[in-house]
């Protein structure tokens, strides 16, 4: 009997402000292959990562499933400009987990993005305007680009505009 070959992807990550010092950023991966999920806590105003956690409970990759203290690594990195590369540096020295990675840094990214949420409620209600508008914030800020489905490539809101400009 023929089975076709099946694979879906659903990957998340949320901000929560837990308290006036600390905001919480989830980042969940789910799909035919891996299961994992990653945690941090960021302390306030320094944006100072306090506490990371993790769990992969499925992945055909043997070496995502011991994670070996690898993500405790971060704590104390600040989120901001160059914190890729440091999480990068950190993280890819103990783990060849390249998921695992790329979910600590979604994480950040939600903390960044939660910063801009009252920027985006700023935003004109008028068509053309609001392009412009969302533009020149990407253009501002090019960490914003391919951040979210809006500033994705493609996107009209993001035309024109390259990463290294």
């Known amino acids: ?20 010092q600390t905001i919480r950023s989830a980042c969940r991966l789910q799909d035919t292959l891996t299961d994992a999920f990653v945690e941090i806590e960021v302390g306030l105003p320094d ?6 956690k993790g769990e992969v409970r499925r992945s055909y990759k043997k070496e995502c499933l011991n994670l070996s203290g690898s993500l405790d690594k971060v704590v104390g990195v600040r989120v901001g400009p160059g914190v890729l590369e ?16 790329f979910m600590v ?3 950040c990214h939600g903390v960044i993005l939660a910063f801009t949420k009252d920027e985006l409620l700023k935003s004109p209600r008028d068509k053309e305007r609001v392009k412009e508008y969302y533009a020149n914030m990407v253009k501002e800020n090019i960490r914003l680009y391919n951040r979210c489905a809006a500033f994705a490539p493609g996107s009209s809101l993001v035309e024109g505009i390259k990463p290294h400009e």
């Not at 070959?5 to 998340?12: D, T």
Request: with cysteine.
């Open 105 to 107: 840094e979604e994480c």
């Open 1 to 20: 009997m023929f089975t076709p070959l099946c694979f879906s992807r659903n990957r998340c990550t949320e901000v929560e402000q837990i308290d006036d």
């Open 86 to 101: 440091i999480i990068r540096g950190l993280t890819g020295e103990s783990t060849d987990c390249k998921q695992l990675v």
């Open 47 to 52: 944006l100072e990562i306090t506490n990371v």
